[in-house]
């Protein structure tokens, strides 16, 4: 069987200026997968560091890159794209990504209209309310992450 071949990437789980008073976590609709919500995420370029592509990402898919790191999950976390991603992916199976807990700066202002726009609406949402919009695929990983930030203290 071929090895699978994953794509390296960037994810950031945003929350609002209102941190730590207030914990909402910031997701976007996709504007080209209906009724899928996810955080900011990207490819690492070759020759970026993880954290120059999460600057470089949360620029170019929600306009700004006014953040605070808060923290960096401590592992790869890779997962499998379903077969009709995996198709307009190619030559990757998946992804393997490194997560960022960012807080966004007071001055920071969100805008979806970049130049290549991947999200068409976003919103605040709590964290009981968080797994009713993310897509499917994602949720294990997500879990998996946010477990470990929420457990460090975080939220």
């Known amino acids: 069987m071929e090895k699978k071949r994953y ?7 945003v929350l ?10 910031f997701i ?29 990402e949360l620029k170019e898919e929600i306009g700004t890159d006014k953040i605070e790191i808060i923290a960096e999950f401590p592992e ?3 997962y499998d794209f379903p077969k009709k991603i995996a198709k307009k992916m190619y030559p990757y199976d998946g992804q393997t990504q ?3 807990l960012v807080k966004l700066k007071p001055e920071a202002k969100i805008d979806l209209d970049t130049k290549e726009p991947e999200f068409n ?7 009981k309310d ?26």
């Open 7 to 13: 794509r390296p990437n960037v994810a950031a789980i």
């Open 16 to 25: 609002s200026s209102n941190y730590p008073k207030k914990v909402e976590f």
């Open 28 to 56: 976007a609709a996709r504007s080209d997968v209906p009724d899928s919500w996810q955080f900011p995420q990207g490819g690492i370029d070759k020759g970026e560091s993880p954290k120059e592509a999460l600057l470089r």
């Open 76 to 78: 790869w976390v890779s």
């Open 98 to 100: 490194k997560y960022f």
């Open 121 to 127: 609406d976003y919103k605040f949402v709590p964290y």
């Open 130 to 155: 968080l797994f009713h919009y993310v897509t499917f695929f994602k949720r294990p990983v997500y879990k998996k992450v946010l477990e470990y930030f929420k457990k460090e203290g975080y939220f």
